[in-house]
Nanobody, 115 residues
Framework: QLQASGGGLVQAGASLRLSCAAS????????VGWFRQAPGKEREFVAR????????SYADSVEGRFTISRDNAKKTFYLQMNSLKPEDTAVYYC??????????WGQGTLVTVSS
């Protein structure tokens, strides 16, 4: 089970950090990441990380502004979002995919960026 948190209402240019914690599992060998879904739009990829290697990748729209990171001891990964824009407004979902292909989703956390 994944528990996402950290969303909120901020002004454009501000920062937020989202967290996604695992209950009862380690992320070793997993691919973890974040997706988001804006009102009236499809869910889209934001960022991902290979847990073991730390290799990351980002959507072009967030490259240079968002950073995905992890804390092994806390079994938690994060999405640091800087220089937020109104178009970043969405429900953000954390996800984890195991080596066998099983995908898990968090419950979503709402990020609202006002102009």
């Amino acid at each position: 089970q994944l528990q996402a948190s950290g969303g909120g209402l901020v002004q454009a240019g501000a920062s937020l950090r989202l967290s996604c914690a695992a209950s009862g599992r380690s992320f070793s060998s997993y691919r973890v990441g974040w997706f988001r879904q804006a009102p009236g739009k499809e869910r889209e990829f934001v960022a991902r990380m290979l847990w073991d290697s730390g290799t990351t990748s980002y959507a072009d729209s967030v490259e240079g502004r968002f950073t995905i990171s992890r804390d092994n001891a806390k079994k938690t990964f994060y999405l640091q979002m800087n220089s937020l824009k109104p178009e970043d407004t969405a429900v953000y979902y954390c996800t984890a995919v195991g080596a066998g292909g099983a995908r898990y989703w968090g419950q979503g956390t709402l990020v609202t960026v006002s102009s």
